[in-house]
């Protein structure tokens, strides 16, 4: 449904430029929920931002039902429904959290902004008159922002890391809507994230590292693979052992 072939991305840093994407190939199929994970400033968010069109691709192509769609630009992937959620939100001064979600939906759609404020962890009567200025925290944003991402029906929903920035009830709810929008639409979730909650929705788990996709594999692969490292780790060990941390890690 989604196909990345080849795909590089070259960003100018104000210096030299810079290879942040190299040779991604990625298939993503129809009403499925991939987590992306791998160390930091492996390329998660930059893959994200070139499915998006924020980030150009310097080569390659990428596909959403067959359509080429690696020169439009970011409004027009977003008629065709792909749809992204930042890891940090803009902040939008002068509108109401309940227009924002009305117009999010789309002149066509039937939103219900409590419903969708109620799906991110937050209380309608506390949000829906609210302008999205600076007395928002960054959490506040990024769950309005997630649901302005519900309210519409997309064939691809992006998220940079929702859980960043949302306290732990909030978090329950989140993982509990990803699950329920995964039923009830045919969308595509692609999820960055770190956290095991989210790792176990995926059918699939795209490791990232290096500006390169390293695996495809399942959630109780990368989890038990993880856990095996950290108990390997010498460090932890001798941390364990003796209440110390002065052995050198081989992770």
């Known amino acids: 449904m989604l196909e990345l072939r080849n795909l590089s991305v070259t960003l100018d840093n104000g210096k030299e430029p810079v290879e942040v994407l190299r040779d991604i190939s990625l298939s993503l199929k129809e009403n499925k929920i991939y987590v992306m994970t791998g160390p930091n400033g492996g390329g998660k968010s930059s893959i994200a931002k070139a499915i998006m069109g924020i980030y150009p691709a310097s080569k390659g192509q990428i596909l959403l039902d067959g359509q080429d769609i690696t020169a439009l630009e970011i409004h027009e992937r977003a008629r065709l429904g792909i749809g992204y959620a930042f890891q940090q939100p803009p902040r939008f001064k002068g509108i ?3 227009d924002f979600l009305t117009l999010a939906g789309g002149p066509d759609a039937r939103v219900n902004p409590c419903n969708l404020l109620i799906d991110v962890g937050l209380c309608a009567q506390d949000y829906l008159e609210r302008e999205m200025d600076a007395s ?3 959490g506040e944003l990024k769950r309005v922002e997630i649901a302005s991402i519900l309210a519409r029906r997309l064939k691809v929903a992006v998220f940079d890391e929702p859980e960043a920035g949302i306290d732990l009830w909030s978090f ?21 994230s770190h956290q095991e909650r989210i790792l176990r929705l995926a059918d699939e788990v795209i490791l990232v590292s290096g500006g390169r996709i390293a695996d495809i594999t399942s959630h109780e692969k990368i989890l038990g693979d993880i856990r095996r490292i950290d108990s390997d780790c010498l460090c932890r060990q001798g941390c364990n052992r003796e209440g110390r941390a002065d052995a050198e890690c081989h992770r």
């Open 96 to 98: 109401q959290v309940r």
């Open 136 to 138: 928002f925290s960054g």
């Open 172 to 192: 329950q709810k989140l993982t509990e809507t990803f699950r329920d929008l995964h039923q009830r639409q045919e969308t595509t979730l692609v999820i960055i």
